[in-house]
């Protein structure tokens, strides 16, 4: 046998058996389709949408069964997570009525739950979010990356979110494992809610940035460090760069130069320099 795939086989041998990907993005397809997007007549009705819990159930619990093969707690841990649904839904609708309260372009409610990435992202970070403080870390980052997949907004499952958050776009968007949100918080694409070091040796202190309630923050701006918090009330501007606290009701912007000239005839050359 090839010494290479001899190795390989060896390290599978100390691997987890894991659930194929597709099994868990399946059953987050199916938990959000119940949850919020109604796109078939059939759940609506009472008997078809408590069946369907049940099979989630089972799903969840087989889950939790192949990423915890020693631990005979699935069951209590499948009851925790169904138990925090009623809450987890309710926070994830409050955000959606955020959403389509504060964008112009959202035309109904249904619209931001169907079709916006910024929401699915959220949603998907409250499951997650809920599995990792339940102590399944790999299930939950796992799901996180998901969401991350499908709408490129990287939201860590460890971070602390409060109510009515809202993403517009959200592109580009990363928010660290300790980071803390507070409520009623805006973010628009681009934002980095980073680290100021990546040491492994910093893994469980506190990295990344406290945001207070009631803030906005414009489109690629990044906000790092453990120590660093926005203050409430406050608005960051686009493609700021901040690594200190602010106090609330802040305005904090990057100032740049534009200049306008006429072209026609172009009053000067332009030099070039490769």
Do not use: C
């Amino acid at each position: 046998m090839n010494p290479f795939y001899k190795e390989i086989a060896r390290q599978h041998q100390n691997f987890l058996v894991l659930p194929k990907k597709k099994t868990i993005h399946q059953f987050i397809d199916e938990l959000f389709s119940v949850l919020f997007s109604n796109t078939s007549k059939s759940l609506a009705d009472l008997n078809i949408i408590e069946n369907k819990f049940v099979e989630l159930e089972i799903q969840f619990n087989e889950l939790v069964l192949d990423f915890e093969p020693q631990n005979d707690k699935s069951l209590e841990q499948t009851k925790t997570f169904f138990s925090a649904l009623p809450n987890l839904h309710r926070k994830a609708l409050n955000d959606a009525k955020t959403i389509f309260a504060k964008d112009p372009a959202a035309k109904s409610l249904e619209e931001v739950l169907y079709s916006y990435p910024g929401f699915f992202a959220i949603a998907i970070y409250r499951f997650s979010n809920q599995i990792w403080r339940q102590d399944l870390k790999l299930l939950a980052r796992t799901i996180s990356e998901y969401a991350h997949s499908k709408t490129s907004i990287e939201i860590h499952p460890g971070a602390q979110i409060g109510d009515d958050f809202a993403i517009d776009h959200g592109t580009g968007i990363v928010i660290g494992e300790t980071a803390i949100i507070g409520d009623n918080v805006q973010i628009y694409q681009g934002v980095t809610l980073g680290a100021l070091s990546v040491k492994k040796e910093e893994a469980f202190i506190k990295r990344h940035p406290t945001i207070e309630n009631n803030v906005i923050i414009y489109a690629n701006s990044t906000i790092l460090g453990g120590q660093t918090t926005v203050g409430r009330d406050s608005i960051i501007g686009g493609n700021v760069w901040l690594t200190y606290t602010i106090p609330s009701n802040s305005v904090v912007y990057h100032k740049n130069e534009i200049k306008i000239k006429d072209n026609n005839p172009f009053p000067e050359p332009i030099f070039y320099s490769i």
